[in-house]
């Protein structure tokens, strides 16, 4: 849906905040919508290698003075046809208005922190797309709405509308031009860790290990966190339905 | 049965919960064979999503097999293997027959929470938060899942690619 809401055109060029699944699959996806170029942008080198092998080029925010500067750049000063915000209201930012955000985050003074979106809404072309499939919650400051309304953007964003997807999308995997499973899961990607259930002699325990690790260990690495085995009995897919 | 329950800010537990049951004639109990984390479990987790409740069980992201069926569920059948949509559509109301199944007006039964902060609600979401209707979610051995035939992709879909791809989902 985050591909689709930009409404792609052949020859354009999409850009997409945040390599994990959502961010992995939206590359993919824009390219099978005919996107002829995307670039993909996170900070962490496992997910950009994962973007890359998908056939986006790669941008390490983290390693770039000025993100905007650097998407006109490489867009021959126009900009990204269609910017891609799957990152959502916990965005790891910046600078001086990501310390703000921050802070008043913890005071509870506001649910999100809109970093991403503040840049897709600068790095857009005059009249593309913001597609937003990252989550907000809340009241959002600092929105560069002057930006947006000068250059005439269009938005397109919220809850994935599942039930248009789930059938379209399995009968593209049972074709073979989606494989899930390259997205994570197994042994190359997700920092090294191979996808296996976490031990099973300590079930009570180990689904709340995969939400610390998740979460602190090495948030941004992990694709999927695999925590099958500790809630009950593994399914027998294979015996079971065939 | 066992499920993870949120605690609190960063603190969440497997606990012994009750089993769901049948409340709707359109739903259905599915026993939960895999399950994810999902980065939006991370929101509730550092407890940015107003309206949890300790003991919540969360997940939304789920599949399973069926083991009970409402009376008027007339297609899914006791077996069968689903993957559940995360957002709950009724399949009748404006936004479902207009194909945005998010916005279903009939699955949210607070969306008088929903309406103060957002104008309209949108759907019910399982296991996010009361604000999204307070659905039990799918990080645990059973889920109720209400309107079952609109959402649950049946078990014929999945034979194919069950073991190659679901497997690694
Ligand atoms: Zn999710
Ligand atoms: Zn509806």
């Not at chain 2, 049948?22 to 999503?49: E, F, K, M, Q, V």
């Not at chain 2, 609600?121 to 938060?129: E, N, V």
Request: proline share 5%; aromatic share 8%; hydrophobic share 35%.
């Amino acid at each position: 849906m985050a591909a689709e809401n930009c409404d792609i055109n052949a020859g354009d060029v999409i850009a997409v905040w945040g390599c994990g699944p959502v961010g992995q699959f939206t590359i993919r996806s824009a390219f099978m919508l005919g996107a002829a170029r995307v670039i993909a942008i996170d900070r962490f080198h496992e997910r950009l290698r994962m973007a890359r092998a998908a056939g986006a080029e790669i941008l390490n925010y983290a390693e770039v003075d000025d993100l905007i500067e650097e998407l006109k750049w490489v867009t021959g000063g126009r900009g990204p046809d269609a910017c891609i915000d799957a990152v959502g209201l916990e965005a790891h930012g910046s600078g001086l208005a990501a310390a703000y955000d921050d802070y008043k985050q913890k005071l509870k003074l506001a649910f999100d922190r809109p970093t991403v979106l503040r840049q897709v809404i600068q790095a857009c072309r005059k009249g593309g797309v913001v597609s937003i499939p990252g989550v907000y919650g809340g009241m959002l400051d600092k929105i560069p709405f002057g930006s947006a309304f000068g250059k005439g953007l269009i938005f397109k964003m919220g809850q994935t509308h599942m039930h248009r997807y789930t059938a379209p999308l399995l009968k593209r995997i049972q074709a073979g031009e989606i494989d899930p499973s390259h997205q994570g899961g197994t042994g190359s990607v997700a920092g090294g860790r191979s996808g296996v259930a976490p031990t099973s002699s300590h079930p009570h325990s180990s689904t709340c290990r995969s939400y610390e690790s998740y979460c602190d260990v090495s948030r941004s690495r992990w694709l999927i966190v695999p925590m099958c085995s500790t809630l009950g009995p593994r399914a027998q897919f294979d015996s079971a339905s065939q | 049965m066992k499920a993870l329950c949120w605690k609190g800010k960063n603190k969440v537990q497997v606990e012994r919960v009750d089993e769901p049951s049948i409340l709707n004639p359109r739903d259905a109990i599915i026993r939960i064979t895999r399950t994810a984390i999902c980065g939006s479990d991370l929101h509730l987790y550092d407890g940015y999503i107003p309206t949890m409740e300790p003991g919540d069980v969360l997940g939304h992201e789920f599949m399973g097999e069926v083991v009970e069926t409402g009376p008027e569920l007339k297609k899914l059948k006791r077996g069968d293997r689903v993957v559940v949509p995360f957002t709950i559509a009724c399949g009748q109301c404006y936004y479902c027959k207009h194909d945005l199944w998010s916005a279903c007006d009939n699955t949210n039964p607070n969306a008088w929470m929903m309406e103060k902060l957002y104008g309209y609600s949108g759907s019910g979401l399982f296991g996010y938060s009361h604000l999204m209707g307070g659905y039990a979610g799918g990080q645990a051995q059973f889920a109720r899942v209400p309107f079952a035939e609109v959402g649950c992709i049946p078990a014929s879909w999945l034979r194919k690619i069950a073991t190659s791809t679901l497997e690694t989902l």
